[in-house]
């Protein structure tokens, strides 16, 4: 079975740090960029990262850059995105997808989401 799953989200305190993983299985996550979407209760789905099939380049939307890493191990079959001083807009679930490019039009596989809530 071709699948993206991802793991890492919960409850954080503003301020604190999350690392989502994002896993692929039935396929080989090396051949595909790796990118992050979320989407926040009764809002649009947003990009927030993208990384190239071998990892050499990266793009964050602006209001993550300086904050969220993302990386893959490719030995792993997964990628990472590392959320430091998480903020209460920074809530929503968070979606990986894989595909040929990191434009959305070229994601072929996608995960569930996982929810990352940040608050007191």
């Known amino acids: 079975q071709l699948q993206l799953v991802e793991s890492g989200g919960g409850l954080v305190q503003p301020g604190g740090s999350l690392r989502l993983s994002c896993a692929a299985s039935g396929f080989a996550l090396d051949n595909y960029a790796i990118r992050w979407f979320r989407q926040a209760p009764g809002k649009e789905r947003e990009g927030v990262s993208c990384i190239s099939s071998s990892g050499t380049s990266k793009n964050y939307a602006g209001f993550v850059k300086g904050r969220f890493t993302i990386s893959r191990d490719n030995a792993k079959n997964t990628g990472y995105l590392q959320m430091n001083s998480l903020k209460p807009e920074d809530t929503a679930v968070y979606y990986c997808?894989?595909?040929?490019?990191?434009?959305?039009?070229?994601?072929?596989?996608w995960g569930k989401g996982t929810l990352v809530t940040v608050g007191s």
């Open positions: 997808a894989a595909g040929n490019s990191c434009y959305y039009s070229d994601m072929k596989y």
